[in-house]
């Protein structure tokens, strides 16, 4: 199948890494060719007719008792192994591994900041929803706000909304939609995902990680703002001031990833005693 699409936005913010830490960095967020075109764009397509307003805020309440299950950090790690996110076209693996890849690089770069190696190991867990069988486009992908009309930044936006019914709302079809001009991102519904489900939970656990950390979390798949330049009509000051930590983390995040996977087993006591620090014991999902 042939899609049009523009330029992958990501392609404008590359980081500064050693070469032998990722493939050619051209090859990464690829949306226009590769063997999983077409299985990245019917994940999309679905995601951007179905994910509206109405949709984020039943999900909210459905998930926000966080009564899915108790387990630890360790064990929502494990339960990765038996996932495969359907809307990655870079990688074709277990998500377990990329949390050890992103983790690490992170700690090889800061070794100072324990709990942003944290953070790289936290990122992906709330893609536990998906095992708890929720269709993938309501769990993976890029994230986007609800309640306004898409920006020319999100994946596919232009072949793949025509279905959703927040657009033909007089106010959700709007550039602003239902906010306020610079309402801040913690104002914003943002789509339905790991992303939102993950630092929902961090919340509710009480996780001692710093705000930087909470931030990362909640907002590291809004491609289209942190890496797109979009949506900043609806940024405040706090938003800007963490966007760097949001651009840091997605160094790591996307260009660690690599069919070399990591010794998972050398790694664990040293996460393990991360986990005793900041979000220790079983822990309600």
Same mark, same amino acid.
């Given at each position: 199948m042939k899609v049009a699409v523009d330029p992958d936005p990501s392609l404008v913010y590359w980081p500064d890494m050693e070469p032998e830490a990722a493939k050619d960095k051209g090859s990464f967020r690829n949306y226009t060719s590769g063997p999983l075109l077409d299985r990245v764009f019917t994940t999309y397509k679905l995601m951007h007719t179905w994910q509206t307003v109405d949709f984020v805020r039943r999900k909210?309440?459905?998930f926000g008792s966080f009564s899915y299950k108790r387990m630890t950090v360790m064990e929502a790690v494990d339960m990765l192994d038996a996932l495969v996110d359907e809307s990655d076209p870079?990688?074709?693996?277990?998500?377990?591994?990329?949390?050890?890849?992103t983790?690490?690089?992170i700690r090889k770069a800061h070794p100072d900041k324990d709990w942003?190696?944290?953070?790289?190991?936290l990122h992906d867990l709330g893609k536990v929803l998906a095992l708890a069988g929720e269709p993938q486009w309501a769990v993976v992908g890029d994230t986007f706000?609800?309640?306004?009309?898409?920006?020319?930044s999100v994946?596919?936006?232009? $072949?793949t909304f025509q279905d959703n019914p927040d657009l033909q709302d007089p106010l959700y079809s709007t550039e602003l939609g239902m906010y306020q001009p610079h309402?801040?991102?913690?104002?914003?519904?943002? $789509?339905?995902?790991h992303d939102e489900y993950m630092y929902q939970m961090m919340k509710f656990n009480k996780f001692s990680l710093p705000p930087e950390a909470f931030y990362i979390i909640r907002f590291h798949s809004f491609y289209p703002w942190h890496t797109g330049g979009d949506y900043q009509q609806?940024?405040?000051e706090q938003d800007l001031a963490m966007l760097p930590w949001v651009q840091e983390f997605n160094k790591f995040d996307l260009y660690t990833k690599s069919s070399d996977l990591p010794d998972v087993d050398k790694l664990r006591p040293y996460y393990q005693g991360l986990i005793d620090k900041y979000c220790p014991g079983v822990l309600h999902w």
């Open positions: 909210h309440a459905q870079d990688v074709d693996f277990p998500n377990s591994f990329h949390a050890f890849q983790a690490e690089g942003f190696h944290l953070a790289g190991l706000p609800v309640g306004c009309r898409p920006q020319s994946l596919f936006w232009d $072949s309402c801040g991102l913690e104002n914003v519904l943002m $789509s339905w995902g609806l940024c405040d």
